[in-house]
């Protein structure tokens, strides 16, 4: 479901205000933490937001001890920039797996899921 997925949609370019992008830095740090308490320490969790020709869009991504890395995009598609919480969830447990299974895939054992 997230192998290196957007999630939000693809509508017009979005010019954030100073609130709102640390606001949209806020939520992206809460998924980023979120990943981290349900992997292992051996995956690496991160993120940057950046503004391309559609606007701003900020990009979650997961390096698994063995594997692809794993990442998923999100863009504000007008001033409520704010992740809904059901997004934020939907990121977490999304990426969480998809990097789980990356490295599963990867070797013939796979980490063991914390939580």
């Known amino acids: 479901m997230y192998g290196n997925s957007p999630l939000g949609g693809q509508g017009e370019a ?18 980023v933490a979120r990943t981290r308490e349900l992997l292992p320490s051996e995956y690496v969790v991160g993120s940057e937001l950046m503004n391309d020709s559609s606007g701003p869009r900020a990009r979650i991504a997961v390096q698994p001890p063995r594997g692809p890395v794993v990442s998923a995009d999100y863009s504000p598609q007008n001033e409520k920039v704010a992740i809904p919480d059901d997004e934020v969830d939907e990121l977490v447990h999304g990426l969480a797996a998809s990097a789980a299974l990356q490295a599963k895939q990867a070797g013939k054992n796979g980490p063991v899921m914390a939580g």
Do not use: G, M, P, S
Not at 14 to 31: A, K, P
């Open 14 to 31: 979005v010019t954030l205000t100073t609130e709102q992008r640390q606001r949209l830095r806020q939520d992206i740090t809460t998924v």
